[in-house]
T-cell receptor
Framework: DAGITQSPRHKVTETGTPVTLRCHQT?????MYWYRQDPGHGLRLIHY???????DKGEVSDGYSVSRSKTEDFLLTLESATSSQTSVYFC?????????FGPGTRLTVT | GENVEQHPSTLSVQEGDSAVIKCTYSDSASNYFPWYKQELGKRPQLIIDIRSNVGEKKDQRIAVTLNKTAKHFSLHITETQPEDSAVYFCAASRPTDSWGKLQFGAGTQVVVTP
């Protein structure tokens, strides 16, 4: 599983509160990704990073921001959580081609 | 951008039979096509992948075929077993010029009945 962990694994939060999810990898991979998974939509890319402090938007980036201050950590922040952001969030890191996923974070926004 | 369509959305097969999942992609420049298996409550796991310079790849009971002209690729599972029950996702990518971003299909729920 490419040494990828996510924290927290489960979180319930209220609408309007900020939330930060953490992804940590021990493989020294340059590329990291954040996805959300919703029924009927597969996995959709939120943001990605191609190096420390180098990040860019994916297809569903509205309402999310990311930061990468160290190779091993990639943080996803919901500035003001909304009910539409209730989802399962997966991060991934990449070798030369293959992406390997973390265990996921189930986020519920009430 | 790339668009990947996956069919069927659900697939029920008898144990021992074969299962086939098909995906089509829109970007002719895509050249890397992985397949992931996701068991209930677990992370997606890479099970097989294929690059565009190869037409077919096998790994035990699973195989993937690629038709670049038609822009579609398929996952074949032979001699299905109950542990093959899961959601399978296809994806397409242009690793060298798109930061390795994957565009996923919507997934296929495979149920193998004994």
């Amino acid at each position: 599983d490419a040494g990828i962990t996510q924290s927290p694994r489960h979180k319930v939060t209220e609408t309007g509160t900020p939330v930060t999810l953490r992804c940590h990898q021990t493989e020294n991979h340059r590329y990291m990704y954040w996805y959300r998974q919703d029924p009927g939509h597969g996995l959709r890319l939120i943001h990605y990073s191609y190096g420390v402090k180098d990040t860019d938007k994916g297809e569903v980036s509205d309402g999310y921001s990311v930061s990468r201050s160290k190779t091993e950590d990639f943080l996803l922040t919901l500035e003001s959580a909304t009910s539409s952001q209730t989802s399962v969030y997966f991060c991934a890191s990449r070798t030369s081609l293959e992406q390997y996923f973390g265990p996921g974070t189930r986020l519920t926004v009430t | 951008g790339e668009n990947v369509e996956q069919h069927p959305s659900t697939l029920s097969v008898q144990e021992g039979d074969s299962a086939v999942i098909k995906c089509t992609y829109s970007d002719s420049a895509s050249n890397y096509f992985p397949w992931y298996k996701q068991e209930l409550g677990k992370r997606p796991q890479l099970i097989i992948d294929i690059r565009s310079n190869v037409g077919e790849k096998k790994d035990q009971r699973i195989a993937v075929t690629l038709n670049k002209t038609a822009k579609h690729f398929s996952l074949h599972i032979t001699e299905t077993q109950p542990e093959d029950s899961a959601v399978y996702f296809c994806a397409a990518s242009r690793p060298t010029d798109s930061w390795g971003k994957l565009q996923f299909g919507a997934g296929t729920q495979v149920v193998v009945t004994p």
